[in-house]
Structures are given as C-alpha cells and as structure tokens.
C-alpha cells in the first residue's frame, strides 16, 4: 500500500516566523510532489509542485525534497495569519495517473 | 476562467436515494478524478478517469459509479444513498500525465439522512 504520511498538527508559529511543513512518501519510485494549502469550508488549491530534480522556491514558499530519506518539506517564510489553514501533500505514484494525498498538517499563524 | 465546475454545492438525502454530482472542466484536461473528504479521513480516491472512455476504481469505490460522458464531463452517481456516504466530494481534473497538477472544483456538500 502506497503512502503518504504527514504529522496532523497543529503546528503553531508566531507570525513572521518561518513554517516548516513536512511529508514522508513510501514509494521509492515516486517523482512528482505537490503542495496543496487548504482553508476550512473551501476546496484544495494548489501552492507549489516540484519534480524529482531539485528544489523550488516562489515567493515565501520553498518546495524541498530528500530522495535518499523519502520525504519532501514546504517551508513559509514570513508567515502570515492568511497563512492558516490545512496544507496536503501529493505525491504521484509509478503507474496510473492517480497522485496520493496525505491527510494534511494544520498550521495555525498567530498576530 | 471557470476552471472545474460541480454541482449541486449542497445535497441533502434520505437513505436509499440515487443522486448524481456533476463535475465539468474547461481545461482540455484528459484526466478526471472523484475524491470525498471527511474529517480526519483526509482525501480518498473514489474513481478516475486517464482519458475519454476509460474510468478507473480508487481507493473507496463501493456504492458509487461513475460516466465519463465526453472530455469535460465526470459524473458520480450514488445509487442508493447510505449514511456512511455522508461526506464533501470533490472532482478535480490533470493533464495527461501524473507528474502534472491537479486541480479541484469546489466540492458538493453532501448529507444523507
């Protein structure tokens, strides 16, 4: 069973702080991560995606991977109160074009 | 630019109802995809669809069927509606390949009494 693993929260910051997000995925052959940011009551909506080959960075969001250890992390600089809500990892997995989603990690940005 | 369209947002049944949620995308997206959501469940894959023609079972696909009635359109149908089908539903739509993003409607809100 392919898996998407994310710690539920809440994780807490003081606004201005960087948010560190993180997700552990099982399946080795996985190459394409997604980061999905989602407020209560409201649908998904995509943040930032990465591929196997390296970081990326827009605005205040940092996409990072770990091949070797299998997880990918968002990190927020700056952090916002806007910035509050459920973030979801997906990861795609080997066959099919269905990707995998964890179940999210609640951050709470206090003014 | 509407993006993923479902309707209706919110449905309320009794048990033993049929129902189904449309789902329509403008994108030219070959990929389509059903997900419910509930509390502490996080987002389960109920059915997809690669291209026109094909549809796919996911995670938690008892109770439910799906049509892919043409490029834009993904329907779910709940034949007899049960409680535990209680739930937000989501469609999203991809490019051909799983490496491209998918991107989300925004949700039926579903109650079965």
């Known amino acids: 069973q392919k898996e998407v693993e994310q710690n539920s929260g809440p994780l807490s910051v003081p606004e201005g702080a960087i948010a560190s997000l993180n997700c552990t995925y099982s399946?080795?052959?996985?190459?394409?991560f997604f980061w999905y940011r989602q407020y209560s009551g409201k649908s998904p909506e995509l943040i930032m995606f990465?591929?196997?080959?390296g970081d990326k960075e827009d605005g205040r969001f940092t996409a990072q991977l770990n091949k070797a250890s299998q997880y990918v992390s968002l990190l927020i600089r700056d952090s916002q109160p806007s910035d509050s809500a459920t973030y979801l990892c997906?990861?795609?997995?080997?066959?099919?074009?269905?990707?995998?989603f964890g179940k999210g990690t609640t951050l709470s940005v206090s003014s | 630019n509407a993006g993923v369209t479902q309707t209706p947002k919110f449905q309320v049944l009794k048990t033993g109802q049929s129902m189904t949620l449309q789902c329509a995308q403008d994108?030219?997206?070959?990929?389509m995809y059903w997900y419910r959501q509930d509390p502490g469940m996080g987002l389960r894959l109920i059915y997809y669809?690669?291209?026109?023609?094909?549809?796919d079972k996911g995670e938690v696909p008892n109770g439910y069927n799906v049509s892919r009635l043409n490029k834009r359109e993904f329907s779910l149908r709940l034949e007899s509606a049960a409680p535990s089908q209680t739930s937000v539903y989501f469609c999203?739509?991809?490019?051909?390949?799983?490496?491209?993003?998918?991107?989300f409607g925004d949700g039926t809100r579903l109650s079965i009494l």
């Open positions: 999203a739509s991809a490019g051909t390949y799983s490496n491209q993003p998918q991107h």
């Open positions: 990465i591929y196997s080959n």
């Open positions: 994108m030219n997206h070959n990929s």
């Open positions: 399946d080795r052959g996985s190459q394409s």
């Open positions: 669809s690669a291209s026109e023609g094909t549809t």
């Open positions: 997906a990861v795609n997995i080997k066959a099919g074009t269905a990707l995998i």
